[in-house]
């Protein structure tokens, strides 16, 4: 692992004998690209990083001959350990936010605490198990990986939806709505940690 880091920015090679990847991220915006095996979490990865207002460039290669899964969840522990690296100390963020986004006929929300508190919470039920050959129990994977690298809480629920692409999406893009809130500057004038105990 390779990382390098600047104040709002991490840049980040990781490489296994599963995976290879490189992520540079800047929370203050950016070109976006996302280059992995699967076009369809490219979708994913440049809807997210659209709605979060980030600048995310991501290059990634696995073993697809086995599946998506050591690609997906490696790019979403790369992706968590570069959020955490980008809020420094966790100290001048707004730390909670939550989104509620439509798609047609889905709808998905979003709550988060970048607050170094890791969990997952995730309910959602794909109507159809594949888009292409991307399988929809990854999208879980992704965020159980994204949040525990980043020490992020996050609940995250499809409500609703009868098409799964629309259904990933709204969720995708929930999370970038709501990261672009949390991680975004304090406006109270505080400069410490947003808890009362003083420290997160």
């Known amino acids: 692992m390779a990382a390098t880091v600047n104040p709002?920015?991490?840049?980040?090679?990781?490489?296994t004998k599963e995976t290879e990847i490189s992520l540079s991220l800047d929370l203050g915006g950016g070109p976006v690209s996302a280059e992995t095996p699967s076009g369809f979490f490219d979708h994913m990865l440049t809807s997210m990083a659209t709605h979060a207002g980030w600048g995310l460039e991501l290059k990634a290669t696995g073993d697809a001959r086995v599946d998506y899964?050591?690609?997906?969840?490696?790019?979403?522990?790369?992706?968590?350990?570069?959020?955490?690296?980008?809020?420094?100390?966790?100290?001048?963020?707004?730390?909670?936010?939550?989104?509620?986004?439509?798609?047609?006929?889905?709808?998905?929300e979003?709550?988060?605490?970048?607050?170094?508190?890791?969990?997952?919470?995730?309910k959602a039920t794909f109507p159809?198990?594949?888009?292409?050959?991307?399988?929809?129990?990854?999208v879980e994977e992704f965020f159980r990986a994204l949040a525990g690298k980043a020490g992020f809480t996050l609940h995250m629920e499809g409500k609703r939806g009868n098409n799964s692409h629309h259904l990933s999406e709204a969720l995708f893009k929930a999370f970038g709505m709501a990261s672009k809130i949390a991680l975004s500057p304090r406006d109270d004038g505080g400069t410490g940690p947003l808890s009362s105990k003083g420290v997160l």
């Open 110 to 122: 979003v709550a988060l605490d970048a607050g170094r508190r890791p969990y997952l919470f995730f």
């Open 8 to 15: 709002g920015k991490a840049a980040i090679r990781r490489v």
């Open 128 to 138: 159809q198990p594949y888009s292409s050959d991307f399988d929809f129990c990854l």
């Open 69 to 108: 899964h050591h690609t997906v969840e490696d790019a979403g522990i790369v992706l968590g350990e570069a959020l955490a690296a980008s809020l420094g100390d966790f100290s001048a963020h707004k730390r909670f936010a939550s989104a509620l986004v439509p798609m047609d006929d889905a709808l998905a």
